[in-house]
């Protein structure tokens, strides 16, 4: 099913509950080459509790999306509203602050600091917002340590782990501050299939536990497993509909 800028205009901009409004987003690079258009006037809106997967071949824009709404990057033009705030309005200072409580991001090479144990890297967060203090940053963490199923690595290094645990412990600093919004890029790229399911499980717990889940991945049968599959090519939006054999996440409409 494809679907136009114009058509994804309206609906859930309008309601209350979008977690996610993108208007018109644009983004441009310049090149040698000249100038690179890696979106081009993006329309889309996502709720709360919903599982969303965006799929598209390489180049197509799903990073540069996703680097846009966790405000990694700016857009070139238009307008971002995710959880309630006007992200193209703020200053870098405001959005740094905005991230780290607002969004939580789980990258497909895990990102965890070598030097640090796996809990410590859980509570990474929470020390850089300043979110909980002392001995409650700790128990929080072994919280969402047994959430995903590896409280017993806390006091491993990264190193000394599997690259599924890794990603395991990655998603739970992801919820250190309790964030409204999970993105996740790539998030099974290096995991073997068995793994990768077991993530995309995680995911759609949260979802029942009323996070929204933003997933980016090449894997089809993975996106199927979502509530809602948004396709990119060539910077636009060409497919915005039900996952197929869809679970967890709201239906849209």
């Not at 857009?75 to 959005?95: F, K, N």
Request: charged letters at 20%; one cysteine or more.
């Amino acid at each position: 099913m494809r679907a136009s800028p114009q058509g994804a205009r309206g609906g859930l901009s309008e309601k209350p509950d979008a977690l996610i409004d993108l208007r018109a987003v644009t983004k441009t690079y310049e090149s040698d080459a000249g100038p690179c258009h890696a979106l081009r006037g993006i329309y889309l809106q996502v709720r709360s509790g919903e599982f969303v997967a965006v799929v598209g071949k390489s180049g197509s824009g799903k990073s540069t999306l996703i680097n846009l709404i966790t405000g990694i990057d700016r857009a070139t033009s238009g307008e971002l509203y995710v959880a309630g705030t006007p992200i193209h309005r703020l200053s870098e200072d405001r959005l740094a602050v905005w991230r780290g409580r607002a969004v939580g991001v789980v990258f497909q090479f895990f990102q965890l600091l070598p030097t640090l144990t796996v809990a410590e890297n859980v509570m990474l967060p929470m020390d850089l917002s300043n979110s909980c203090r002392g001995r409650e940053r700790e128990d929080r963490a072994m919280r969402l340590l047994e959430a995903v199923e590896i409280a017993d690595q806390a006091p491993k290094l990264p190193g000394n782990i599997s690259g599924g645990q890794q990603q395991r412990v990655a998603i739970a600093r992801a919820l250190a501050n309790d964030p409204p919004l999970v993105v996740a890029d790539e998030p099974t790229g290096n995991l073997d299939s068995l793994t990768s399911q077991a993530v995309v499980s995680l995911f759609e717990r949260l979802v029942e536990r009323g996070k929204t889940v933003l997933m980016v991945t090449h894997d089809l049968e993975l996106a199927s497993r979502a509530g809602r599959l948004v396709q990119l090519a060539d910077g636009l939006i060409i497919g915005d509909q039900l996952a197929q054999h869809g679970g967890a996440g709201a239906a849209r409409g």
